[in-house]
């Protein structure tokens, strides 16, 4: 496990050789369980936002997340560092869009997302001060 540290100046951990894995734990009673306080959770912060316009979902791993927002009425594109993790997001949420990036630098122009959000990600980039500074820049 040591060995997937660090790997990526984007990310302290390595998620791509668990990619085709990943959803497995939200099928578990404990991940069901997680899933639904979470929604719950981010149901509660977007209780005054219009359920339309452009969201970029930051960390996006393999569009779980994405998918939701998708639910929500959301024009969904999703961003992540593992290139493993776009291709399953891509697979399987073909609703949405994914592509490669940085959060620390993200691909978008100023502006262009109604919505950024970013879910179970913070913790894994290396300066999540620079993330947050830039999920703002490219919020509306």
């Known amino acids: 496990m040591a060995e ?3 790997k990526n100046p984007a990310s302290t951990f390595d998620f791509g050789p668990f990619a085709g894995e990943y959803e497995d734990w939200y099928a578990t009673p404990e991940g069901k369980a997680h899933d639904l306080v979470q929604q719950k959770d981010i149901l509660a912060l977007l209780a005054d936002v219009p359920r339309h316009g452009r969201l970029l979902e930051v960390g996006c791993g393999t569009g779980h997340w994405s998918r939701f927002f998708w639910s929500l009425g959301f ?4 961003i992540d560092v593992s290139e493993e ?4 997001a891509k697979r ?3 609703q949405c869009s994914f592509g490669r990036g940085n959060a620390q630098v993200l691909p978008a122009p100023d502006g262009s997302y109604d919505i950024v959000a970013s879910v179970a990600a913070l913790e894994f980039i290396p300066d999540p001060d620079a993330a947050v500074r830039e999920m703002a820049r490219c919020t509306r």
């Open 4 to 6: 997937k540290l660090n």
């Open 75 to 78: 024009e969904v594109h999703g």
């Open 85 to 88: 993790m776009i291709s399953e």
């Open 92 to 94: 399987t949420v073909p």
